[in-house]
């Protein structure tokens, strides 16, 4: 169990120019909002905020949220105070925009909370999308701040937190340079990092061109992301120190466009290039790159495909949110067991994720688009079952297990019906 606080740490020195968010004199602007099964007190304690919670013996999420109105400028820069007296657990601070759909964050993975105050600063660089349906995963607008305490270790504790103040600071001189072989009018290299994905790159003409990023220092990169706007082709990823001598990090065969994940583990450079060729013309939505720990595991490539598609595409733990598991199989076998989640997932001893899908004039149904229920068989044999329930049709997911202890075999039904009023 793991507290998560997604801002990456940095430790500054509170600058006199910052506007005060909440001073936490007043603690009645916050509001508590803790998973089932998670208790979650607020509390004044001499000008401060403190959480009191308890994750009675079990995973959830203990947050404290607040309402704000804030525009945000081109870069900018959170600061609070906080402390703790907590097992290590996932401290989160999340950023909703106004819809309330949209959620950015930093965190910290199973902290080690400080017993005295302490001063954490999340810069705009460190602030990730989270979740949401966004198209651009840009941040220009606050509806809400929430700060939220995830069981890492679980347990009880309190969490203190004082003046959360903001910053705009000067415009980032780290930016990277973007250059292109060629480009069409409006339509310039810089469109391809500009933080949006409604605009574009495209080249003036097809056959060999390339796009080069210049990161104005040396930095270790764990990979790109690009979003392509047309069929990209064959294309390689060249990165340099110089500009002047290239190692190719990663070639790419038959590009169909959308967006393609490239880890690059172990690279540092100053220059990436992309070097297309053969195809008949290229446009580039978004490039991002991608940090040192992105190139270090396939988990992390999925944990950002997870964040970049629509909630329910992907198992709900890679877009960091927990579920609640049960075992199933044969009585007295002693190796592992298979899983079913609240959401009808299936996680066999081999580590194979089974998911449902269930398609409907068209469009892909997930998790996130249904109301699951879970039981057990005549409500106390110990056969579990988790049923979505959606106003077209309903999905039974009733696994079991079959076979001698010795050798077991799982087995899983999956029972559709149509609920809708037309044929």
Do not use: C
């Amino acid at each position: 169990m793991r507290l998560r606080l997604t801002i990456l740490i940095l430790l500054f020195a509170a600058t006199a120019r910052a506007d005060v968010i909440d001073d936490l004199d007043d603690v009645s602007k916050w509001t508590a909002a803790p998973s089932d099964g998670v208790s979650l007190n607020l509390a004044p304690d001499h000008g401060a905020l403190r959480m009191d919670f308890d994750f009675r013996g079990h995973g959830g999420w203990a947050a404290a949220r607040r309402n704000v109105n804030l525009e945000l400028p081109a870069n900018y820069r959170f600061a609070f105070r906080i402390k703790g007296e907590t097992p290590p657990n996932t401290l989160e601070i999340k950023f909703i925009d106004p819809s309330g759909e949209n959620v950015w964050w930093v965190r910290r993975v199973a902290w080690e909370f400080p017993r005295d105050w302490t001063e954490v600063v999340a810069d705009k660089r460190n602030i990730e999308f989270a979740w949401g349906p966004s198209a651009n995963h840009v941040l220009t607008k606050i509806g809400a701040i929430e700060v939220t305490v995830t069981a890492a270790s679980g347990g009880k504790g309190s969490v203190w937190l004082d003046r959360i103040t903001f910053d705009e600071l000067p415009a980032d001189a780290s930016t990277p340079l973007v250059t292109a072989s060629s480009s069409q009018e409006g339509q310039t290299p810089d469109r391809a990092m500009d933080g949006r994905t409604d605009t574009a790159w495209r080249s003036a003409r097809g056959g060999a061109q390339w796009l080069t990023v210049d990161l104005k220092t040396i930095r270790e990169i764990g990979g790109l992301v690009i979003q392509w706007n047309a069929p990209a082709g064959d294309y390689d990823v060249a990165a340099s120190v110089d500009a002047n001598e290239w190692t190719v990090v990663r070639s790419v065969k038959n590009g169909n466009g959308g967006r393609d994940y490239l880890q690059t583990p172990n690279a540092a450079a100053r220059y990436i290039r992309i070097n297309m060729k053969g195809g008949a013309s290229y446009a580039i939505d978004e490039i991002t790159i991608e940090p040192p720990r992105f190139g270090d595991r396939i988990i992390n490539v999925y944990q950002r495909m997870a964040r970049d598609a629509a909630r329910g595409r992907y198992p709900r733990g890679l877009i960091g949110e927990l579920a609640y598991w049960t075992i199933f199989g044969v009585d007295r076998d002693e190796g592992a067991k298979p899983l079913l989640s609240e959401d009808g997932a299936i996680e066999t001893p081999a580590g194979i994720t089974i998911e449902p899908f269930v398609r409907v004039d068209g469009r892909l149904m997930t998790w996130a688009d249904v109301t699951t229920i879970q039981s057990l068989e005549q409500n106390s044999l110990p056969l579990p079952s988790t049923t979505w329930r959606h106003p077209k049709f309903t999905l039974e997911i009733a696994p079991f297990g079959a076979g001698l202890a010795a050798a077991p075999i799982g087995y899983a039904r999956y029972r559709l019906r149509n609920t809708s009023t037309h044929s």
